[in-house]
């Protein structure tokens, strides 16, 4: 039942204006000899496009558990108890309830309001010379800062580094050192924290490492973690991202920049036809938390019983 309130939750929305077929048979008798007809309820079908439609509407991620043979199954499954429950509470009389059939209609409309705006995108396309042409102006967005691989040793006092860093100097070797006095977890590793950019580390700690050139060794560098001493084992400069690397992240953001033109012509355009008028009153004298109007007066409830001759 768990399983299938959470499928339930996430199929809500998309079956909203989804409508089954009606089988000639009589209720009661399930007619699957059409290959097509994966569920029936009562006399309803469930098709194989039903089932394909509705789980595109799912989250690819959430989707992965619906694969597999077993999982489709408990997927159909799930719908058709949801579709059971629609059809009893359709039978009580539940869907002439005021706040259900209100609830409904937006999420209707909400259906309708997408299709209408998936429509007004579907066409869009985006040339090889829109992308070039996005790619040569904005070539500032499209580099990799410089980055830096490093060894630390992260010590707790400001005495103990101090003795490391003496050690060094005299020749330890760093990766050893680490092993042994370091107290960050990379401390393993011989202190090895792999390669990093800028906005990965605390500022104090980045300032330090970003001034080392490769083969160098920080002196004591405090933060909020303790006392550090860094070793830079190699430096990469900033690069020009290519082209052809920055092409499918350039077509995705023209596309949505596209899309966003789109939709927001098309609502332009339909309000021609549907102007929208608002009762600015309504915000005036609305409570703050529940958008309910306040009392005569204007007093919000705390104002009202305020004590008189207070502040």
Request: hydrophobic share 35%; proline share 5%.
């Amino acid at each position: 039942m768990k399983k299938m309130i959470v499928t339930a939750m996430i199929l809500m929305a998309a079956m909203v204006g989804c409508s089954t077929e009606k089988s000639a048979s009589s209720a009661g008798k399930a007619d699957l000899s059409d290959p097509h007809i994966v569920a029936m309820v009562g006399d309803e079908k469930i098709t194989d496009t039903d089932i394909d439609a509705l789980l595109q509407e799912i989250p690819e991620q959430a989707r992965v558990q619906y694969s597999s043979p077993e999982g489709k199954k408990e997927f159909v499954n799930s719908l058709a108890e949801i579709k059971m429950l629609s059809l009893e509470a359709k039978k009580q009389g539940i869907d002439k309830d005021p706040d259900v059939k209100r609830k409904i209609d937006f999420m209707g409309d909400q259906m309708l309001a997408r299709g209408l705006a998936e429509s007004a995108v579907e066409n869009i396309s985006i040339s090889d010379q829109d992308i070039s042409g996005y790619y040569d102006s904005n070539r500032d967005k499209f580099t990799e800062g410089p980055k830096v691989k490093l060894r630390h040793i992260l010590v707790d006092n400001e005495g103990d580094a101090q003795t490391v860093l003496a050690q060094l100097k005299k020749g330890a070797d760093f990766s050893e050192l680490a092993k042994e006095k370091s107290k960050c977890p990379s401390s393993q590793q011989g202190g090895d924290l792999g390669w990093a950019t800028k906005g990965m580390m605390v500022p104090e700690f980045e300032n330090a490492a970003f001034a080392l050139k490769k083969g160098e060794m920080s002196g004591v560098v405090k933060t909020d973690f303790g006392y550090h001493i860094i070793m830079c084992d190699d430096v990469e400069p900033a690069k020009q991202i290519e082209l052809k690397d920055a092409r499918d992240t350039i077509e995705r953001q023209l596309r949505s920049e596209k899309s966003e033109e789109a939709v927001s012509a098309l609502i332009e355009e339909v309000k021609k036809n549907y102007p929208i008028t608002i009762n600015e009153g309504y915000f005036e004298n609305a409570r703050p938390e529940t958008g309910q109007p306040l009392p005569e007066g204007g007093d919000s409830p705390a104002e009202a019983e305020q004590p008189a001759g207070t502040e």
